[in-house]
């Protein structure tokens, strides 16, 4: 069966410091992976996607960036932490055909203070 | 473009009471649709999916119709418990891509008093 992990858990960060996400998927090759960003009482915010090894589309511009270095891992990074990227984020699986369903991960609740 | 929209929470029911969440959608082609389920600190489940117009998903004893002629997939559950308090997502696929891109609606919350 496939399993989806995200760390750290939970993360506390000042403002202007990086960050470095980390997503791995077990159990499938060669999936679709994404990003999500969720507010605080809001929706879903798709931020990356990625088809391929080193293939990624980002949906919104911002100071973050996402890079895929090997099939089923999934990195999330930014240079400069501000506030509003405060947020619950989410990292996610699909196969790369049929119905499309994702699978998603345990997330990572990061505050910038 | 496609779009999804879920009927505005919150949603307060009492134990045993009978549950439905609206949800319509706007799409090119004929996409998959999905329910997921996201309890507090969570990450989102998938609770259900249909792939085809008259399709029905069930689990848990949830359930929801693809109905292609309303655009809509309804979820529905005879008697909620408390532990189904949680936000529900209404999603559909882009099938025009192979992406495998969902768009999500805006999230119901559902609270269910003892």
């Known amino acids: ?23 791995t998927v077990e159990g499938t090759s060669n999936p679709n992976l994404y990003w999500y960003r969720q507010a605080a009482g809001r929706g879903l915010q798709l931020l990356f996607y990625s088809v391929g090894i080193g293939q990624i589309s980002s949906e919104v511009p911002q100071n973050l960036s996402a890079s895929r270095p090997q099939d089923r891992q999934f990195i999330l990074s930014s240079k400069k932490l501000l506030l509003s990227d405060s947020g619950f984020y989410l990292c996610a699986w699909s196969r790369t055909s049929g119905s499309y369903e994702q699978y998603f991960g345990p997330g990572t609740r990061l505050t910038v203070t | 473009g496609d779009s999804v929209t879920q009927m505005e929470g919150p949603v307060t029911l009492s ?36 792939t085809k117009a008259d399709d029905k998903g069930s689990n848990k004893g949830f359930e929801a119709t693809y109905r292609k002629e309303t655009t809509s997939f309804h979820l529905e559950k005879g008697s909620v ?34």
């Open chain 2, 81 to 114: 418990q408390v532990s189904d308090s949680a936000v529900y997502f209404c999603a559909l696929s882009e099938r025009a891509s192979n992406t495998g891109k969902l768009i999500f609606g805006q999230g119901t919350t559902l609270q269910v008093k003892p």
């Open chain 1, 1 to 23: 069966s496939q399993t989806i992990h995200q760390w750290p858990a939970t993360l506390v960060q000042p403002v202007g410091s990086p960050l470095s996400l980390e997503c």
């Open chain 2, 15 to 50: 134990e045993e009471a009978f549950l439905t969440i609206n949800c319509t959608y706007t799409a090119t082609g004929y996409p998959s649709l999905f329910w997921y389920v996201q309890y507090p600190g969570e990450g989102l489940q998938l609770l259900l999916k249909a």
